[in-house]
């Protein structure tokens, strides 16, 4: 018997839901599509899609359940909302950090977040970003947070450096 996932979030598109769901299932192992659902004749006159429009796309990234919606061109996304991706190295921060960020908005780059060509939001950051903030009142704490709000995509043996109090240089993973 598989668990169902009781909460899992819906991301709504104008009209390219399948097209996301494919690229982010490209991006992450353990990854599918599980579903497609298309729009009928019923309801035209309130969604305006034609029948045999994609609805919506089920899709599991890591084992994580999605769904994603051509909902039409009513609500775009922002950064109140975010995908995290918590990555055990700076290969993994890379990786992550240039196929997701491939042809997103380079404006909206700041401390780990990017913004991809979907418009959807994503933090990508180390698993053990938590340690260099746990104290916010430390000295290392500080350091830390003021290396990063000066990169872009996180740079894990700089943060490290300035936690530890180490020299610091400029991050050199400031893509």
Same mark, same amino acid.
């Given at each position: 018997?598989t668990s169902v996932q009781r909460i $899992?979030?819906?991301l709504w598109f104008d009209r390219r839901?399948?097209?996301?769901?494919?690229?982010?299932?490209? =991006?992450?192992?353990?990854?599918?599509? /599980?579903?497609?659902?298309?729009?009928?004749?019923? !309801?035209?006159? =309130?969604?305006?899609?034609? %029948? !045999?429009?994609?609805?919506? /796309?089920?899709?599991?990234?890591?084992?994580?359940?999605?769904?994603?919606?051509?909902?039409?061109?009513?609500?775009?996304?922002?950064?109140? /909302?975010?995908?995290? /991706?918590?990555?055990?190295?700076?290969?993994?921060?890379?990786?992550? #950090?240039?196929?997701?960020?491939?042809?997103?908005?380079?404006? $909206?780059?700041?401390?780990? #977040?990017?913004?991809?060509?979907? !418009?959807?939001? #994503?933090?990508? =950051?180390?698993? +053990?970003? %938590?340690?260099?903030?746990?104290?916010?009142? +430390?000295?290392?704490?500080?350091?830390?947070?003021h290396a990063m709000m000066a990169m872009?995509?996180?740079?894990?043996?700089?943060?490290?450096? $300035? #936690?530890?109090?180490? +020299?610091? %240089?400029?991050?050199?993973?400031?893509?």
């Amino acid at each position: 018997m598989t668990s169902v996932q009781r909460i $899992a979030p819906c991301l709504w598109f104008d009209r390219r839901a399948e097209e996301a769901a494919t690229f982010y299932v490209s =991006v992450f192992r353990n990854s599918r599509i /599980v579903k497609v659902t298309r729009y009928g004749k019923a !309801g035209f006159d =309130v969604h305006h899609m034609p %029948a !045999g429009t994609v609805m919506t /796309v089920e899709f599991e990234l890591d084992g994580q359940s999605f769904t994603a919606l051509n909902g039409g061109p009513v609500f775009t996304f922002n950064e109140a /909302v975010s995908l995290q /991706v918590f990555c055990d190295s700076q290969a993994e921060i890379d990786y992550h #950090w240039d196929k997701l960020g491939q042809d997103g908005d380079p404006r $909206a780059r700041q401390c780990g #977040w990017l913004k991809d060509r979907y !418009g959807l939001s #994503w933090q990508i =950051v180390p698993r +053990s970003m %938590a340690k260099y903030f746990a104290d916010e009142n +430390s000295p290392g704490a500080q350091r830390a947070m003021h290396a990063m709000m000066a990169m872009k995509k996180i740079d894990i043996a700089a943060l490290e450096r $300035a #936690w530890k109090g180490e +020299s610091v %240089a400029t991050p050199s993973h400031s893509g």
